[in-house]
């Protein structure tokens, strides 16, 4: 296999350093390879997700039609604790819903966006409507092994009933199928097989794009944990990460 040859996709599940990967891998392979589809909405299929004739596939993408890209390739994702992607992704979704006027808020399709501005911590992750718990689950409940074992960024609905056991077993066979599976923790693993399959290394390491303001920096799993008023809360959402700190475990990877 040439360093000429080899086609990448990077399966970015949010809030685990994917925008300095992506950057970095649009850097060395440039940017007319790179695949216009970045999130799984782009496409009305699964095998529109790749489209044919790129080198670099990146971004928040489900991976059901993963064969249509030709060999060679080498597929991986990266995954973070899951005490701190799941209060990043609040602070984040927070953060960006501040950043918009009235006007954009007011649109339809911005419901998430006012329920983070307007609602507490508490009520945000556990009250609401069926709909709203149910969007809730599949955008923070066991997220790795529900991208892994189903294949869809929005999978959590597909293994909800699911017995965790056989949900972690699903996602630890899949995550294995890959090409690697890494840890934000040790990006410097990343950086030498991505030299290996493109004759350069990446700069990974201590550099994260769309990271929390200065002010913020620290363990956002605990700036989450101080504002949760009720021990139901905090208890479901340790619940939402119980298998992804399994499956991580099983990885070989170290958790909170």
Same mark, same amino acid.
């Given at each position: 296999? +040439? ?11 949010? #809030? ?11 850097? *060395? ?6 695949? /216009? ?55 984040? *979704? #927070? ?33 609401? /409507? ?11 409940? +066991? ?18 009933? @699911? ?18 599976? =890494?840890?934000?923790?040790?990006? +410097? ?18 550099? =994260? ?28 959402? #340790? ?5 992804? @700190? ?11």
């Amino acid at each position: 296999m +040439s360093v000429e040859e080899c086609k990448i996709v990077f399966l970015h599940i949010p #809030k685990t350093a994917g925008q300095t990967i992506h950057s970095e891998l649009v850097r *060395l392979i440039g940017e007319d390879a790179v695949s /216009p589809i970045r999130v799984h909405t782009q496409a009305d299929s699964p095998a529109g997700q790749f489209p044919p004739g790129y080198r670099l596939y990146s971004g928040h993408i489900d991976w059901l039609a993963l064969d249509t890209v030709p060999d060679p390739k080498f597929v991986f994702t990266v995954l973070r604790d899951p005490f701190e992607r799941i209060a990043s992704f609040y602070f984040f *979704l #927070k953060r960006q819903a501040e950043g918009l006027s009235a006007e954009e808020l007011a649109r339809p399709r911005r419901v998430g966006m006012r329920r983070i501005l307007n609602s507490s911590v508490d009520d945000y992750f556990c009250g609401g /409507p069926t709909s709203w718990r149910r969007f809730i689950r599949d955008h923070y409940h +066991s997220p790795y092994c529900a991208y892994l074992a189903t294949k869809t960024l929005r999978g959590h609905s597909k293994i909800a009933e @699911c017995p965790p056991n056989e949900m972690i077993d699903r996602a630890e066979t899949a995550a294995k199928s890959l090409g690697g599976v =890494y840890s934000v923790n040790a990006l +410097s693993v990343l950086e030498r097989d991505i030299e290996v399959v493109l004759g350069e290394r990446p700069q990974l390491q201590g550099r =994260y794009m769309n990271a929390a303001p200065k002010e913020h920096i620290g363990s956002r799993w605990q700036q989450l944990e101080a504002i949760i008023e009720k021990k139901e809360t905090l208890a479901e959402l #340790k619940s939402f990460v119980a298998a992804d @700190c399994q499956l991580m475990s099983r990885l070989g990877m170290k958790t909170s």
